[in-house]
């Protein structure tokens, strides 16, 4: 089956630091990958995807690169600020599953 | 243009009464999704409509149930609550079974406490 690993939370960071969220994944067939980012109090929303191998989602200076070869899709930042806290979740989509896999989500604490 | 809405924002009951939760999806999305999120768990799957039909369930007891409205919006009920129900229960939607690629867009939403 499919799975999505990342790695414990919380982390805390000060603004400006350069940040890393490790996403590993098992799956059936050739995956899309995902992050997801929700804030305080809301809904989750899609911050970047990639769709095939090499791949490099990015967007709001977040960048992810699909590594077929390490089963891969870390998330990183060059220099977060505060308004960065919130949880990311690193999710796929599988084969001929419509219905996208979740890891558990990693806290983000960003202080000034 | 409208993202998803989801009503009500909060919602508190008691243990074995039943909660109705709805979702409106952003228009001209026929896929409807929900799920849990209970503290420190995840997301978890719960259910997938699509064109009125229920395409797809999750590892739920069957008192968790809903339904798929012509206009495309959702309802969730959950029967006999118990108190692990309590959680943020969370809608999204997408353009239908369109594949690997297709992106789901959330609800803001509404979090249940069973007491």
């Known amino acids: 089956g499919n799975s999505v690993t990342q790695m414990e939370g919380p982390v805390t960071l000060s603004e400006e630091a350069f940040l890393t969220i490790n996403c590993t994944y098992t799956?059936?067939?050739?995956?899309?990958l995902f992050w997801y980012v929700q804030y305080p109090g809301e809904g989750l929303q899609l911050l970047l995807k990639?769709?095939?191998?090499?791949d490099k989602g990015s967007n709001k200076g977040f960048e992810a690169t699909y590594r077929k070869e390490t089963t891969s899709f870390h998330l990183e930042k060059g220099s977060v600020q505060v308004s960065d806290s919130a949880v990311y979740f690193c999710?796929?989509?599988?084969?001929?599953?419509?219905?996208?896999?979740f890891g558990r989500g990693t806290s983000l604490i960003v202080h000034p | 243009e409208a993202g998803v809405t989801q009503s009500p924002t909060h919602l508190i009951k008691t243990r074995g009464q039943q909660a109705t939760l709805r979702c409106s999806p952003i228009?001209?999305?026929?896929?409807v999704y929900w799920y849990q999120q209970a503290l420190g768990l995840g997301l978890q799957f719960l259910l997938w409509?699509?064109?009125?039909?229920?395409?797809n369930r999750g590892n739920f007891p069957p008192r968790f149930s809903g339904r798929q409205f012509p206009n495309y919006s959702s309802e969730l009920n959950v029967n006999a609550l118990e108190l692990e129900d309590s959680a943020l229960y969370l809608c999204?939607?997408?353009?239908?079974?369109?594949?690997?690629?297709?992106?789901?867009?959330f609800g803001p939403g509404t979090r249940l406490t069973v007491l």
């Open positions: 999204a939607s997408s353009f239908g079974p369109s594949g690997r690629t297709d992106t789901q867009y």
């Open positions: 799956a059936t067939g050739y995956p899309s």
């Open positions: 990639a769709t095939k191998a090499d």
């Open positions: 999710a796929l989509i599988s084969g001929g599953s419509y219905i996208p896999t």
């Open positions: 228009s001209g999305h026929t896929s």
């Open positions: 409509y699509d064109e009125g039909e229920e395409r």
